[in-house]
C-alpha cells in the first residue's frame, strides 16, 4: 500500500461567474522514502495539490470529487479536529519564504516547543531536549543557544533550516515542501536540497517537492508530475522524463532552458508560444492544444486521458498523440 | 580601447545609513564620537563594455550587482570613481548635460508588475520617452515608431490603448522592453529581466532580447542570478561577492575553467538537469554584512585555501591563462595554490 494516494481529485473555487476548476482528476501515489517532484508553471494547480492533500484549501475553495488517502485513512472527509492530528504531525509542509512562516514576535525555541506540545503530551524540558536534537539534525550551529534567538537573528538560508527542523519535531512520515528554495539564493539552495535529500532517507519520509525549477526536480526527486492548467500531464521517473519527455508541453519546458535545452543556428532558444491560459478560459479538448506545435482535430475536441505507456513501465502521458512520431 | 561602449573604473558606492544626527552619536572609551554607518555595496569595481556584447555580471543577493547597474546608468551618484561612455566621463554632469546620454542609455528592471504605470495605456507609455527626448518628431513619426517597436517586441499594436493590467507577465515585460528600444539606444542595462518570469515565457523574452540586440546592434549590461540565463545569453561574464569583482572572463572559460574558489562553489551549486551528480561544494559560514567588510579578501572567511596573505592583503583583478582575456582577484591562484 502506498503511504499517500490521490485519486481523481477534482478541487474548485466557487467564484461569482461560476466554478474554477483548480484541480481535474489529479492522481497520484507516494511510498514511503520515495521523493515525488510536482513540477509546472504558475498556475498549473501544484501548490493547490499540496493544499488540499492536508485540506487547507480555503473558501470558496473546495474538495469537490475524488479521495485522498493517507496510510489508507481518508483525509479528504475528516473533521477539522481530526485534521489537526495529521497537519503537522504526521504530514508536514514548507513553505516558500522562511521570513513569512516564522512568527517573528517569538523565539525559534517558543515555537519549536508549542509545535511539539500541540501533538504530544510531553514536559517543556522534554520539548526543547528534542527541539535541540532537530536542529543539530538541519546542522544549526550551537543549537541550545540559538533556542533562545529570534528568527531576525538567523540568515535566510538558516531560517529555513529552522522551518525544516519544525516540520520534522513530530517526526512525521511525509514533508510536502512547497517552492522551499526559490526565494534562495543557489549556494544556499544546494544545501537545503542536499539536506532534504538525506532526511528523507536517514528520517524515513516521504518528500513532495513542488517546485518550478526542473533542475531542483532533476537533482532531488525520483519520480515527476508534470502539471498544466490543472491537470497532471505527463508522470514517470524523472531520469525518464528528463531523457526523454514524452508530453509536447515537457519536452518544450525542457528545451526551453537556458544553458541546457536545443539552440537553432542563431543560438536561440526553442520556446513554447504564448502563454499558459487563465483558468476560466481553458480551450475546449486538449488544454495545451493551442501552444502545441503537434495539435491535430482530434485535440481541439476531445480532452486526451492520462493513459500508461506501453514501452515504459510507470510511465502515464495524457496526449493523443504520445508515444508516436510527430505528425507534421 | 576604441571598441569600449563604456568604461567602469574603480566604481565606488556606499549608502549611508546611519540616520539622525543623536543615532550617529556613539560611546567609545570614555568619549562620546560621531560615526557614521555605511553600507559598502560597490567597492572599487572596473569593468570594460565591448560594443556589441552582452556582458553579464551574476552573484547571489546583496552582492551589489544592482547597485552597480544603477550607479552606471546614473540612478545613484558614485561615492568615487568614474564611468565613461564612449569615452566622455558621465558620472559628473548635471542633469541637462546628461539628457542625450539617457536617450542613449536604457534600463529594463525584474517585475514588470511593477515597473510599468498601471494608469497609462500602452501608448501613452511608449509615446512619452519618444516626445521627451526627441521633441521634433511629429504626431505622425511617434505613431509610426510605437507601432514598429510594438511589433518588434511582438505586441499587437491594435492593443496599444489597453492598459498593463490586460496583459500577461510575459507580454508586459515585452512592453517593458519596447519602452526601452523606443529612443533608439545603444547601450541597455537589465537589471533580472527574466527573474520573475515562468520558464515558457523566459525562453521567448531571452530570444527577444537577442533578436533585439543582432537587429540593432545593442550592448548590454545583463544583470542576473541565474547561471543558466547567463550561460545562454552571455559573452563574458564577471563574478561579484561582497561589492566586489572575483573573476571576469568569456562565459567558455568560466564554466569549463572557473578559477575563483568562489565561482567554483557558485557554479557547482546549479541544480543539473540531466542527472549526473555533482558534489555541491559547500561554503562554510555566511556572507559577511558589507557594513563590516572583511580585512583582505572579502571571501577569506568561507574559503578553504584562505591563508595569512588573504586575511590581510586584498587580492587584485590579475589576467590568468594565455589570451584568454580572464581576470582573477585571488592570492591563491597567482601563487597557483588553487
Known sequence: MALLEVKNLEVSFALRYGDLVALDDVSFTLDKKERLGVVGESGAGKSVTGFAIINLISKPGKITQGEILFEGQRLDTLTEAEMRHIRGNRISMIFQDPMMTLNPVLTIGTQMVETLRAHRKISRKEAKKIAIRKLELVRIPSPARRLSQYPHEFSGGMRQRIIIAIALITDPSIIIADEPTTALDVTIQAEIMDLLQELCASEDMGLMLITHDLGVVAEVTERVLVMYAGKVIEMAKTSDLVANPLHPYSRGLINALPGYGKCDTANRLQQIPGSMPNLTEIAPGCSFHPRCDRCQDICKREVPKLRQMKDFASRFVSCHFAGQEPVK | ?338
Request: charged letters at 25%.
Open chain 2, 1 to 338: 580601447m576604441s571598441d569600449s561602449i563604456v568604461i567602469i573604473d574603480d566604481l565606488v558606492k556606499y549608502f549611508d545609513i546611519s540616520g539622525g544626527f543623536l543615532e550617529q552619536l556613539q560611546f567609545k572609551s570614555g568619549k562620546v564620537i560621531r560615526q557614521k554607518t555605511e553600507v559598502k555595496a560597490v567597492n572599487g569595481v572596473s569593468l570594460e563594455i565591448k560594443k556589441g556584447e552582452t556582458l553579464a555580471v551574476v552573484g547571489e543577493s546583496g552582492c551589489g550587482k544592482s547597485t552597480l547597474a544603477r550607479t552606471v546608468i546614473g540612478l545613484y551618484p558614485p561615492t568615487s570613481g568614474q564611468v565613461f561612455y564612449r569615452g566622455q566621463r558621465i558620472d559628473n554632469l548635471s542633469p541637462k548635460q546628461m539628457l542625450p546620454y539617457r536617450r542613449r542609455m536604457q534600463m529594463i528592471f525584474q517585475d514588470p508588475y511593477a515597473s510599468l504605470n498601471p494608469r497609462k495605456s500602452v501608448r501613452q507609455t511608449l509615446e512619452e520617452p519618444i516626445r521627451f527626448h526627441m521633441p521634433k518628431s511629429n504626431k505622425k513619426e511617434v505613431k509610426e515608431r510605437v507601432a514598429y517597436v510594438m511589433k518588434q517586441v511582438g505586441v499587437n499594436p491594435g492593443w496599444k490603448d489597453r492598459f498593463p493590467h490586460e496583459f500577461s507577465g510575459g507580454q508586459r515585460q515585452r512592453i517593458a522592453i519596447a519602452r526601452s528600444l523606443v529612443v533608439d539606444p545603444g547601450f541597455i542595462i537589465a537589471d533580472e529581466p527574466v527573474s520573475a518570469l515562468d520558464v515558457s515565457i523566459q525562453a521567448q523574452i531571452l530570444n527577444l532580447l537577442m533578436d533585439a540586440q543582432e537587429e540593432r546592434g545593442l550592448t548590454y549590461l545583463f544583470i542576473t542570478h541565474d547561471l543558466s540565463v547567463v550561460r545562454h545569453i552571455a559573452a563574458r561574464v564577471a563574478v561579484m561577492y561582497l561589492g566586489t569583482l572575483c573573476e571576469l572572463a568569456t562565459t567558455a572559460e568560466l564554466y569549463n575553467n572557473p578559477r575563483h574558489p568562489y565561482t567554483q562553489a557558485l557554479l557547482s551549486a546549479i541544480p543539473a538537469i540531466d542527472g549526473r551528480k555533482k558534489q555541491h561544494i559547500r561554503l562554510p559560514g555566511e556572507i559577511p554584512t558589507p557594513i563590516n567588510l572583511p580585512k583582505g579578501c572579502v571571501f577569506h572567511g568561507r574559503c578553504i585555501h584562505a591563508n595569512d596573505r588573504c586575511l590581510n592583503e586584498i587580492p587584485v583583478l590579475l589576467q590568468v591563462g594565455d589570451s584568454s582575456g580572464s581576470y582573477v582577484a585571488c592570492h591563491g591562484v597567482e601563487e597557483g595554490r588553487v
